[in-house]
């Protein structure tokens, strides 16, 4: 299982995640687990977030 990063900024019961924090299961509490809010886009696969991070900067710079 690889390196997760918090990409939307979101909040459990008892702790909140800021953008670009490191995050793992244990983290997590309350209903929604780790996969929950890799579904919903907060949460993402450090590699992912890379990848997303190059698309939108070269289509900032295509449009520009």
Known sequence: MGKHIVTKSF???TRR???GRD???R???GALTL???VRLGHVALVEEAV???AEDAAG???AG
Request: overall charge negative; hydrophobic content about 50%.
């Open 27 to 29: 983290d997590i509490d």
């Open 51 to 53: 990848e997303e991070a």
């Open 60 to 62: 900032t710079v295509a």
């Open 35 to 37: 996969a929950d809010w």
């Open 17 to 19: 995640f800021p953008v």
């Open 23 to 25: 995050v793992t299961e």
């Open 11 to 13: 909040a459990t019961a």
